[in-house]
């Protein structure tokens, strides 16, 4: 970068680019400052000019030319807030070309082609900036690189998706139903006309996949990762969790083999099936699932409420850290943005970047975890035919797969429902997820299950 003003090309100027371009513009004092020189804004390019933008915008570096904004020579820094794969990639590879670092918020092309973008920038010795690809306005990026480098990261819970988090907070404290609730955070704005992203755990597994690779150096896809929505949970499961004490969060996971809680010292199965494995001379693993997760309601995600993302962070030295704030939204975001901007104008991005090697074949040796061989607890919830010797054939096949009931849960059927479904709560002790499964197909297929089980992991 030459000169003591960096120039900035911002492509891509909707909510988020709305707010960066007006952080750099109402507050370029604060952030000369902290950066060390000025961050001159440069060029912004749209898909369309005549469009009410914030009048601190001038009208004359407005443009629809992305390849202009990226040839420009006094142009140090792109900025990529298009999104997507398609467009956002080829303006991601064609900067780092032409010898300019980038700042980008995106998730879904860091989670897919994260190596192919590293590689380019390895290159070409440039930087790629990302700390408002996950969790919005939550430094859990620079956390991660910088904070805790001194640590080995044993594993990761966190509520990555505001959308799901504000659904499920709804049906908890307001007796929501799953539509009603996904109404409201439409009204609202947390959520899309297309839900489909956030409440299936798609958003969700694209985080995590970008935490994995930063924690444990692991190159998933976020098809490789074991992932279930929240469009399964029904009221009665929000009721049914809370009489058992627990509250329902979807959450990103990751845990590695035998990895020990720190606050309690009790070895928790979930995720660390194949510590045998590594005992015996084979990798370390580590196990990555997003699912909705039943956790007590003491523990400390279980608390986080509406639109907010937290992560929960276990680290072999320091122990259980956590990070909470908006994750998503116009300011949150454009303030991790912009946090990079100043890193990379002072210079700290650079360094850490040409350190951390991510997305490069000097991994760290982690490999993934079948999801089968997944241990965890189980809430199960069936509706059954109320009649003698149902519960026995549950159970029976239950014990087949060596799964073990730890409680049960059914309530009275109603006097003139006598006879027809009701529902009946099952919790398990810990089994592996392949053979749990296995079981709930048998279930299923009874002539007395009324309606396809429903099922979530236990987060103790």
């Known amino acids: ?56 915008i001038p009208r004359e570096i407005i443009s629809t030319d992305i390849e202009a904004a990226i040839r420009d020579p006094n142009v140090h820094i ?38 192919e973008v590293f590689e380019a ?25 910088e904070s805790l480098a001194a640590n080995q990261v044993t594993a990761i819970q966190a509520i990555l998706n505001g959308t799901s988090n504000f659904i499920l907070t709804a049906m908890a404290e307001h007796g929501m139903s799953y539509s009603r609730a996904l109404a409201e955070a439409q009204r609202l704005g947390y959520a899309e006309a297309d839900p489909t992203l956030d409440v299936d755990g798609s958003d969700a597994a694209h985080k995590l996949a970008i935490l994995a690779q930063i924690s444990f150096g692991v190159a998933a896809k976020p098809h490789e990762i074991a992932r279930q929505g929240i469009d399964t949970i029904d009221a009665m499961d929000i009721r049914f969790a809370n009489e058992l004490g627990y509250t329902i969060k979807l959450l990103a996971e990751a845990w590695t083999g035998g990895h020990t809680h720190s606050t309690n010292g009790a070895k928790l199965s979930r995720g660390g099936a194949a510590s045998a494995a590594h005992a015996n001379g084979g990798p370390p693993t580590v196990a990555l699932h997003v699912a909705p997760v039943l956790l007590r ?11 907010y ?49 991510l997305w490069s074949r000097e991994g760290r040796g982690f490999t993934v975890e079948p999801p089968e061989r997944v ?18 054939d549950i159970t029976r ?48 297929a009874l002539s007395t299950t009324a309606a396809p089980a429903v099922f979530f992991s236990m987060g103790d």
């Open 309 to 357: 993302n937290a992560v929960l962070v276990y680290g072999d030295i320091v122990g259980e850290t956590l990070y909470q704030g908006p994750g998503a939204g116009q300011m949150p975001t454009a303030s991790s943005v912009v946090a990079d901007l100043i890193d990379l104008g002072v210079g700290r991005a650079q360094r850490t970047f040409a350190a951390a090697k």
């Open 297 to 307: 309601h003491t523990d400390l995600l279980a608390q986080v409420r509406g639109a």
């Open 397 to 444: 096949i239950l014990a087949d797969e060596e799964i073990s009931i730890s409680s049960l849960v059914q309530h009275e059927a109603e006097e003139d429902g006598a006879g027809g479904p009701v529902p009946l709560v099952i919790v398990t002790h810990y089994a592996a997820t392949g053979k749990f499964r296995k079981a709930l197909e048998r279930i299923n």
């Open 78 to 115: 792109v900025v990529e807030l298009v999104g997507g794969l398609g467009v956002a990639k080829k303006v991601v590879l064609d900067s780092l070309a032409a010898g300019k670092h980038v700042v980008t918020a995106n998730k879904a092309l860091l989670a897919d082609a994260g190596a």
């Open 121 to 145: 920038a390895r290159k070409a010795e440039r930087t790629v900036c990302f700390e408002a690809a996950v969790a919005g306005g939550v430094p859990v990026i620079r956390a991660l690189g």
């Open 1 to 56: 970068m030459n000169g003591d003003t960096i120039n900035i090309a911002l492509v891509g100027c909707g909510t988020v680019g709305g707010g960066v371009a007006h952080v750099l513009l109402a507050h370029a004092d604060r952030v000369a400052r902290r950066a060390g020189r000025p961050l001159a804004l440069r060029r912004v390019v749209v898909n369309d000019p005549a469009k009410p933008r914030d009048p601190l």
């Open 375 to 392: 241990r965890s607890r189980f809430y199960l919830r069936l509706q059954v035919v109320d009649k003698p010797g149902v519960l026995a």
